[in-house]
T-cell receptor, first 113, second 113 residues
Framework: DAGVIQSPRHEVTEMGQEVTLRCKPI?????LFWYRQTMMRGLELLIY????????DSGMPEDRFSAKMPNASFSTLKIQPSEPRDSAVYFC???????????FGQGTRLTVV | AQSVTQPDIHITVSEGASLELRCNYS??????LFWYVQSPGQGLQLLLK??????LVQGIKGFEAEFKRSQSSFNLRKPSVHWSDAAEYFC???????????FGTGTRLTIIP
């Protein structure tokens, strides 16, 4: 398996623009997590899905952030409108039922100018 | 609420020397504990995990960690570090039935010749 695949790896956008981050989890994994990593706050869980259903979105910072998982092999994290304080590395991770650990993608480095 | 403390932000070690990275956790139930490593520009890779049984766990790349319930600690060790071990190391806590991993703020490891 190729692991968790995220795209794009880098994204630079202007303030106010919509940004969409994409994630393909490991095949067969039924949990999917979105994390954000910043120097100030470290790694924060934004939202996670189980069997494509959002279970806990309490970490989503505000209504500008939304996440979807239309099927078992694809998820998106959208920021609209984006702000400079959204600049961070966003990680997607997946976990299979019966596993205890999550497998991480390589992340998307988002810069909002 | 669960929490993880990594008291050392940055550690510098000579190549070939031993290493210990500290991790303290707070969790009301029996925790699952993890150590992840993040190389520059990369995602997080699992080094090792503890969820039951032997309190000394072996991981990849020659790392080990010991779970000490009385001290609420899960310190990571390696007897002899290699230059390729330079990276950021994250301790994380979770639990059975709790899908949300809480990460520490990380310890950046620098290796000097």
């Amino acid at each position: 398996d190729a692991g968790v695949i995220q795209s794009p790896r880098h994204e630079v956008t202007e303030m106010g623009q919509e940004v969409t981050l994409r994630c393909k989890p490991i095949s067969g994994h039924d949990y999917l997590f979105w994390y954000r990593q910043t120097m100030m706050r470290g790694l924060e869980l934004l939202i996670y899905f189980n069997n494509n259903v959002p279970i806990d979105d309490s970490g989503m910072p505000e209504d500008r952030f939304s996440a979807k998982m239309p099927n078992a092999s694809f998820s998106t994290l959208k920021i609209q409108p984006s702000e400079p304080r959204d600049s961070a590395v966003y990680f997607c991770a997946s976990r299979g039922d019966g596993h205890t650990e999550a497998f991480f993608g390589q992340g998307t480095r988002l810069t909002v100018v | 609420a669960q929490s993880v403390t990594q008291p050392d932000i940055h550690i510098t070690v000579s190549e070939g020397a031993s290493l210990e990275l500290r991790c303290n956790y707070s969790y009301g139930a029996t925790p699952y504990l993890f150590w992840y490593v993040q190389s520059p520009g990369q995602g997080l890779q699992l080094l090792l995990k503890y969820f039951s049984g032997d309190t000394l766990v072996q991981g990849i790349k020659g790392f080990e960690a010991e779970f000490k319930r009385s001290q609420s600690s899960f310190n990571l060790r390696k007897p002899s570090v290699h230059w390729s071990d330079a990276a950021e190391y994250f301790c994380a806590v979770g639990a059975l039935g709790n899908e949300k991993l809480t990460f520490g703020t990380g310890t950046r490891l620098t290796i000097i010749p």
